[in-house]
Structures are given as C-alpha cells and as structure tokens.
C-alpha cells in the first residue's frame, strides 16, 4: 500500500517532443507529490511538487497533471531538451515527511 | 543558493566494521532525512529527524543504524556493522518546515562500498 509504481522504466524522446512520465499510488493518506530530476552521480533535485487538492501545476516546460480519483498523477515535459536526458523520480508524502519514491524513469532525448 | 553538503563522497570499507556518514544540512532547515538508493534502484527511505530525536523510520533502519547531530550544523548516519548488502548511495536531505513545506532538498550522497 505505501508503493508508488512509475512507468515507463525507460524513455527515448526527440528533441522538441513531449515527454510523459506516468505514476500510481495506492495510499490516500499521501498528501504531497513530487517530481525529482536525477543526474548520474548527484543527488535527486526538487523539479515540480503538487498536492491533491489541485489538478495541474506548470512550471516552464514541465507539468504535472493529477488525477485523485484514479490515484493517478503525471509529469509532462514540453519542448523536451537533450540537456533533461536524466532520471525522473515521481514520490509522494506520507506522515512524518516520509516520501516513498517511484522506480524511476530513465529519459533520454535525442538531438 | 544553499545547499546540502555530505562528506566523504565515497567509503570503502570492511563487512563487519563502523561507518560513520556525514552531512551539513542547510542552515535554516529544521527536518533531516537519510535516504539510501541501491545501484540502479529507486531511493528508499530510512530515517527522519527533528529536535534531537527520530521522527519515523523505515523497516530497513534497524538497529545496526544511528543518527545523530552532534552539534548544531552537522547531521550523521551511523552503520555500526556493516553488511555486504549495505552497499549503496547515501543521501541526506533536509527541509525548512514539515508543516508549511514539505520540500526535501537533497545532498550529492556518499556512496559506500562494503567489500
């Protein structure tokens, strides 16, 4: 019940197109959900967070849209760039700050 | 911009012997997380920690783990024994507020080889 299930494992995308990143939970009790952006050999770094009192949150290129019913929410990258080939992690809150993390997606945009 | 800062960036070390972690989290923050993330895996959690004592902690914290902050910048993650199955990245983050946000910035990591 605490697991968050990310998909795809893997992504290819050409430049300029759409990247869409998909996760599923099972726990109502999460509260906060954030995307983080991974670099090989850094840490995972806050991209975009929403909470499920909200639909859509847009930051620049990236969109998270959420849907609370289905217990579904997605990253949306726009224009995507060489530069985001990266690992994308969804997560989401649940007491005590704890955030159980997706399996990841592995992005990588083609020039 | 602050950030999270962990030392050493790697560890090698025996199965059987202490580690001892490090991390300075950023300076205003209130909350401190470690988090470890096996090769090729997702990031799990292990432990939360505000006012001087653990908040929550995860089923892989057991009692071979420990946290600790020593003085009023430094936060650390203790493995008292280590296992060949401790090999991982560490990371450490920290957050202003739980209550207001629940941001977690994290550090670069420390990854720990157990050979």
């Known amino acids: 019940q605490q697991q968050v299930k990310q998909s795809p494992q893997s992504l290819i995308v050409q430049k300029g197109g759409i990247s869409i990143i998909n996760c599923a939970y099972e726990?109502?009790?999460?509260?906060?959900f954030p995307w983080y952006q991974q670099f090989p050999g850094k840490g995972p770094a806050l991209l975009i967070a929403?909470?499920?009192?909200?639909s859509e949150k847009k930051e620049g290129r990236f969109t998270i849209s959420f849907n609370k019913s289905a217990k579904q929410f997605s990253l949306h990258i726009m224009d995507s760039q060489p530069g985001d080939s990266a690992t994308y992690f969804c997560?989401?809150?649940?007491?005590?700050?704890?955030?159980?993390f997706g399996g990841g997606t592995r992005l990588m945009v083609k020039p | 911009e602050p950030e999270v800062t962990q030392t050493p960036s790697h560890q090698v070390t025996q199965m059987g012997q202490e580690v001892i972690l490090r991390c300075v989290p950023i300076s205003n923050h209130l909350y401190f997380y470690w988090y470890r993330q096996i090769l090729g895996q997702k990031v799990e959690f292990l432990v939360s920690f505000y006012n001087n004592e653990i908040s929550e902690k995860s089923e892989i914290f057991d009692d071979q783990f420990s946290v600790e902050r020593p003085d009023g910048s430094n936060f650390t993650l203790k493995i008292r024994s280590t296992k060949l199955e401790d090999s991982a990245m560490y990371f450490c983050?920290?957050?202003?507020?739980?209550?207001?946000?629940?941001?977690?910035?994290f550090g670069p990591g420390t990854r720990l080889t157990v050979t």
């Open positions: 997560a989401a809150r649940s007491a005590g700050n704890m955030l159980t």
């Open positions: 929403i909470r499920p009192d909200v």
């Open positions: 726990n109502t009790a999460f509260d906060y």
């Open positions: 983050a920290s957050s202003a507020d739980r209550q207001v946000s629940y941001e977690q910035y």
